[in-house]
């Protein structure tokens, strides 16, 4: 009896997770999931310690997102799909070489047809995604261009404010608002974090915990609290902003 197909699936939100395994379970029963994260660095660690077959991966994921992920089951010699709620990102997918992409909410009858591509290249020696491809589409969904944010319109009080990219210190999600926080002032937007995430310049901006971003050179130094928490000191100002596990990779040797 042959050995069990074995997958990763790596999916930031929740109730996207639970659906895909639970379609999976249904479209693939013999297929072995080893592993099911919600960040990029947790499908790292999975990815190299069990060597998926296949891995189901979420374009943007806290930390380290799916391109970095499917490099290391590529060097495993898995296949990839990657999973995205935006069009544009899954047609460049597919056309760098990902053995499919499923646009989000994923429907059953396309889930199948990537089922059966998957079963027909794991039959294949060269199934695999060679890694220059994914350097190429990791370029091309740097934002850039048109696509950058320059300014926000913001609510401040009873007006409407337009800040300037270059002013914002940090974004923090607040229940279902975004403080925009500046150098003199802060306001608020409805856009969700995840959405500005898009148009940011990962240059300059780092998601450093799942409801802050924060312009890298306002940061100061990186500490422990009192509790043992990571938190960062920002320059010239008094608060300091949390860390998660999921992006302390960020700040190896600072």
Same mark, same amino acid.
Request: some cysteine; proline content about 6%; glycine content about 8%.
């Given at each position: ?124 020696? %060269?199934?695999? !995604?060679?890694?220059? =491809? +994914?350097?190429? *589409?990791? /370029?091309? &969904?740097? $934002? ?40 003199? %002032?802060?306001? !608020?937007?409805?856009? =969700? +974090?995840?959405? *500005?995430? /898009?148009? &940011?310049? $990962? ?52």
């Amino acid at each position: 009896m042959n050995a069990p197909v074995t997958a990763l699936i790596a999916e930031d939100e929740a109730p996207q997770r639970a659906a895909l395994l639970d379609l999976l379970a249904e479209q693939w029963p013999e297929l072995e999931v080893v592993g099911a994260c919600e960040d990029g660095p947790s499908a790292l660690l999975i990815a190299a310690e069990r060597r998926p077959q296949v891995a189901f991966l979420d374009i943007r994921m806290p930390g380290i997102g799916g391109l970095d992920v499917a490099r290391a089951v590529v060097a495993g010699g898995g296949l990839v799909v990657f999973t995205t709620a935006y069009d544009e990102y899954a047609v460049r997918a597919f056309d760098a070489g990902a053995a499919d992409y499923l646009l989000k909410p994923i429907q059953p009858a396309r889930l199948r047809r990537t089922v059966e591509r998957l079963r027909a290249r794991l039959a294949r020696p %060269d199934g695999i !995604v060679p890694a220059a =491809p +994914l350097d190429a *589409l990791e /370029a091309r &969904l740097r $934002p850039h261009g048109d696509r950058l944010i320059r300014w926000i319109s913001a609510s401040a009080g009873d007006s409407v404010r337009m800040i300037g990219i270059d002013e914002v210190v940090y974004f923090q999600a607040q229940d279902k608002y975004v403080r925009v926080v500046t150098g003199a %002032d802060e306001a !608020v937007i409805r856009t =969700p +974090l995840k959405e *500005l995430l /898009a148009g &940011l310049d $990962p240059d300059l901006f780092w998601q450093v915990h799942r409801g802050v971003v924060v312009r890298v050179a306002a940061i100061e130094r990186l500490r422990k609290d009192e509790f043992g928490r990571a938190v960062l000191r920002l320059k010239g100002r008094a608060e300091t902003l949390p860390v998660s596990a999921a992006f302390a990779h960020r700040f190896r040797g600072m």
